[in-house]
Each structure stands twice: as structure tokens, then as C-alpha cells.
């Protein structure tokens, strides 16, 4: 709770030191010192929270336990990472660089709104604070048609997408009399009324969009794409784990007895999404866009957390949250030293700038699954959790024939670095500090590969 109050404050300053603040470089320190204080916040509730009960708040509408502040204080983590390694470039998007800051900060309060929820007006609310920043950030680049274009189609397929989650909620309070979704409990596969079925599929359908699920992924391309790809690797990451966090929540707490009724139809989606997901990202020219598509991959793999009802599926979640938002931030924070995003544009990057090209082989192998990888044990985690359901055999092979043919596409960045002949042209010099961070950052992604159990203890 006092992390919600803290990143709402957190936000306001930020906005009213964009009066303030003249110098860019001036509101990129502010915000990293509000995030080490937001994380300290994070790491002083982690201790005070006891972990048999949970604590209630608002009328038992939101319900902290030790896991969510645990899961809070690591996706925080990210976010300092993020800034950290991405800040100047954030700077550089255009003249508001303190409320893009804030915007990030309130995505930061709606992602704890939703890893602790008890309550379907809560997760609308949490939803609402994570995708109405994101909308903005993604159209903040006024100078770029397609950065215009990516937000409003973002928000016309986020308006649609919220109308399908309030029907939802409403067909599920007209089944059940209560928002609360402890009192979902009660509902069984064999009593299960055609109302409360049609509320389950339709919020089923609405976070499949929050978290660019097939077929309900066609935004994320074009607006990942089009928007300026310092906020599209944070949208890619902590915002779309924040949305995954909320999807597991509810249909581990709420619909887990009803299992039976929806996980073929979560299968199915699981399954096109690896597929699609996949198959697309092989035919991409810009690195950028394929790694739109491989985050749409990425998802089909978290998807098997919330289709697994079990205790290694809440693990799970946490190290691919972690996993694949550190690779995925560091794998943008070197494309945003590139001026050319294609695959020709990283030619010799091993013999012009070998630190970046090795930070990047780590980042590449680790979404790719390679052992000793963050991204290696991830994947572990969730199939895992799926093989101990016993009927999803079938799905795992399937993933992990997905996982053979995403090698592909992201080795082909590796052989251009070290194996094609070119002279990358960089937008910014590479500093010590650039450096530093990007080992910083390597180490973390390997540290999760080789020390999993680190990130578990809650």
C-alpha cells in the first residue's frame, strides 16, 4: 500500500517538475532518485509484510501478501534498470521529458494495483492506470507520423478491448452478486451458468489483448513499431508484465476450480500465439519489428503460467517477468545506439564495438532459451508448471518446437555482428558508463540462469 502512495507521489512531482525542470539531464537524475526511493519503499515492504497473512485495504478490495510486494520490488528493479540505461535516449524523444517520467511512475501504481487485487473493480481501475500512460507515450514523438498513428491505433483498440472487460464484469456480477473474487470460489464446473461462462471468456478475451495474445495481437506490431523505441522497451516489458500478473491472478485465485471449463480455450490461444508469434518474427527485416514479434512469442510462453493452476506457475511468472524484461531492456538499450534497425545494420558490430556485441549475443541467447541463460530457466519454470498439469504435453512440445525456430531469427542478429563484414553507424557515442550498465545488466540476466532461487525468496 504505502508503494502506491509512494509512485502516485512519485508521479506528481514529476509533473510539477516539468514546470520546474529546464534541463533534460536534470529531470533524468530526478527520476532515478524517485525510483530508489520508490524501490526502497518496495524492499521496506517486502520486510514488513508478514508473510502468512495478507494485508487488507479499501474494504478487502486490494489484498498485499509478501508474493506481490516481492513481484513489486523486482518489476521496480527493471524500472530503475530501465532508466538507468535508457534515460538519455528518453531524453532525447521530445521536450517533456518529466511527465514522460510520470507516466511511467503511474504505470508503476497500477502494476501494484494488479499484483494485489481482490477485487474486479480494482483490476479495471490497475488496468486503466497501466494502458492510459501507455497510450501517450506512444504517440510522444509529434514529429513522427508513425509515432501519431501508433498511439491512436492503440488507443481505438484499448478503448475496444476495456468495453469487452466491463461486459465481462458485469456478466460475472450478474452471476455471482459480488465483484470480490475470493467469492468466485463458490462457483463450480458442474453449477457453472451460461452468464458467469460468457463473463470468464470475455475477460479471458480482453487481458488476451492487454498482453498481445493471439488472435487478439494485431495493435502490437504497428504500435511497438511506431512508437519511439525507448518507451517500446518498456512497454514490452514491465508494463506487459504488469498486465500478466493481473491475468494470473484471477484465473489462479478466482476461476482455479473451474479450470476444466477454460483452459482448452487458453490452450488454443497459448498455441497460436507461439505460432504466430514465431513464424512472423522470421520474416522481419527491422530487428526492431521482429522483436515486436518475438515479445508476442515471449507471452505464448508466460500464458503457460496461467494455464498451469499450481504453485510452480506463480514462480514462473516471476522469473520470466524478470528474465525477459532485463534482456529484453538491454537488447533496446543497444539497438537505441544503432542509427540503422535492420539486420544489415548491425554488420561488425563485433569489430567496431565488441562490448556491445557481446552484451547483446547474452541478451539474444537468454530470449532465446539457452542454457545458463535467465530466459533458459524461465522457460524451465513455466513448461514445468505446465507438464505438472499432466493433460498439456501436447502444448509443450508444441513450445518447444516454437523456442527451435525462434533460435533463428535471433542468431541471425549474432552472425551479422560477428560474421558479416559492415561499419555500424552509431547515434551516440558508447561511454564507460553505457558500458558498465550493460554489463551490469548482462550479469543479472546470467545470475537468473545460473541462481533462479534468488529471485524466488519471498
Not at 508476442?296 to 506463480?314: C, D, E, K, T, Y
Amino acid at each position: 500500500m504505502k508503494a502506491i502512495i509512494a509512485a502516485t507521489i512519485s508521479g506528481v512531482i514529476l509533473m510539477f517538475a516539468g514546470i520546474l525542470v529546464k534541463e533534460k539531464k536534470n529531470a533524468v537524475t530526478l527520476a532515478v532518485i524517485l525510483l530508489l526511493a520508490l524501490l526502497g519503499v518496495n524492499i521496506y515492504e517486502v520486510v514488513s509484510t508478514p508473510a502468512a497473512a495478507p494485508q487488507a485495504f479499501f474494504n478487502n478490495m486490494l489484498r498485499i501478501d509478501r508474493y506481490a510486494v516481492w513481484f513489486n520490488t523486482l518489476l521496480t528493479g527493471c524500472t530503475l534498470l530501465y532508466v538507468l540505461l535508457i534515460g538519455k535516449e528518453i531524453a532525447k524523444v521530445g521536450s517533456h521529458v518529466a511527465e514522460y517520467f510520470a507516466l511511467i511512475c503511474f504505470i508503476l501504481c497500477g502494476l501494484y494495483i494488479l499484483s494485489g487485487y481482490n477485487n474486479m473493480l480494482m483490476l479495471f481501475l490497475g488496468i486503466e492506470i497501466i494502458s492510459i500512460p501507455q497510450y501517450i507515450l506512444a504517440g510522444s514523438d509529434k514529429k513522427n507520423l508513425k509515432s501519431s498513428e501508433a498511439s491512436l491505433k492503440y488507443f481505438l483498440m484499448g478503448a475496444f478491448s476495456t468495453g469487452i472487460l466491463l461486459m465481462g464484469i458485469t456478466l460475472l456480477y450478474g452471476a455471482t452478486g459480488s465483484f470480490y473474487i475470493t467469492n468466485f470460489t463458490f462457483l463450480q464446473a458442474d453449477s457453472l451458468n451460461v452468464l458467469a461462462l460468457a463473463g470468464i471468456i470475455l475477460v479471458m478475451i480482453a487481458l488476451s489483448f492487454k498482453v498481445s495474445a493471439a488472435p487478439f495481437h494485431m495493435w502490437t506490431p504497428d504500435v511497438y513499431d511506431g512508437a519511439p523505441t525507448a518507451f517500446t522497451a518498456f512497454m514490452a516489458t514491465v508494463a506487459k508484465a504488469a498486465a500478466f500478473i493481473a491475468f494470473l491472478r484471477l484465473f489462479q485465485v478466482a476461476f482455479g476450480s473451474l479450470s476444466n471449463s477454460w483452459t482448452l480455450v487458453l490452450s488454443v490461444i497459448t498455441a497460436a500465439t507461439l505460432f504466430v508469434g514465431n513464424i512472423t518474427a522470421v520474416f522481419q527485416q527491422s530487428v526492431k519489428r521482429m522483436l515486436a514479434y518475438s515479445s508476442i512469442a515471449q507471452a505464448g510462453f508466460m500464458l503457460f503460467a496461467v494455464i498451469s493452476v499450481n504453485a510452480i506457475a506463480w514462480q514462473g511468472i516471476i522469473i520470466y517477468a524478470v528474465a525477459y524484461s532485463v534482456a529484453t531492456i538491454g537488447i533496446f538499450a543497444v539497438l537505441l545506439k544503432l542509427k540503422d534497425y535492420t539486420y544489415d545494420g548491425f554488420n561488425g558490430l563485433a569489430q567496431k564495438e565488441p562490448t556491445l556485441a557481446f552484451v547483446a549475443t547474452i541478451f539474444l541467447l537468454s530470449l532465446a532459451g539457452i542454457p545458463l541463460t535467465g530466459g533458459f530457466m524461465a522457460k524451465y519454470y513455466v513448461l514445468s508448471a505446465a507438464m505438472q498439469q499432466g493433460h498439456l504435453m501436447w502444448l509443450v512440445i508444441f513450445a518447444l518446437l516454437m523456442a527451435a525456430i525462434s533460435v533463428y531469427y535471433y542468431f541471425r542478429v549474432i552472425i551479422a555482428m560477428y560474421f558479416k563484414p559492415g561499419n555500424p553507424e552509431l547515434n551516440s557515442p558508447v561511454t564507460q558508463t553505457d558500458k558498465f550498465l550493460l554489463i551490469l545488466t548482462c550479469a543479472i540476466v546470467l545470475l537468473i540462469g545460473i541462481f533462479p532461487q534468488l529471485f524466488l525468496s519471498v
